[in-house]
């Protein structure tokens, strides 16, 4: 049983940085942890996600160079920086939990607003 909450979206100019953080509760470090956006009126987006360990992680292209995510299991959440973000950077963005052996992600945040102005 894992719940998460996300924080740290805002408002920011393009060129600028956020770090948003996911906190969950219940144990996460048998989950691959991954962030996800959505823009209005289009699909959810992947951008990014780590493994169960933290020895892999795979961005989308288009945050490629200039997203890390990250996690920390003692403290049971999972970052991601981003930088030098640009307005099509602008979403509702989610952190999600999948167990090791699930092909789907089990459990969703709450999404936390990013708009990135120009």
């Known amino acids: 049983q894992v719940q998460l909450v996300e924080s740290g979206g805002g408002l920011v100019q393009a060129g600028g940085s956020l770090r948003l953080s996911c906190a969950a509760s219940?144990?996460?470090?048998?989950?691959?942890m991954g962030w996800f956006r959505q823009a209005p009126g289009k699909e959810r987006e992947f951008v990014a996600v780590i493994g169960w360990n933290g020895g892999s992680t795979t961005y989308a292209d288009s945050v490629k160079g200039r997203f890390t995510i990250s996690r920390d299991n003692a403290k049971n959440t999972v970052d991601l920086q981003m930088n030098s973000l640009k307005p099509e950077d602008t979403a509702l963005y989610y952190c999600?939990?999948?167990?090791?052996?699930?092909?789907?992600?089990?459990?969703w945040g709450q999404g936390t607003q990013v708009t990135v102005s120009s």
């Open positions: 999600a939990a999948r167990k090791v052996y699930s092909s789907d992600y089990d459990y």
């Open positions: 219940g144990r996460t470090s048998s989950y691959s």
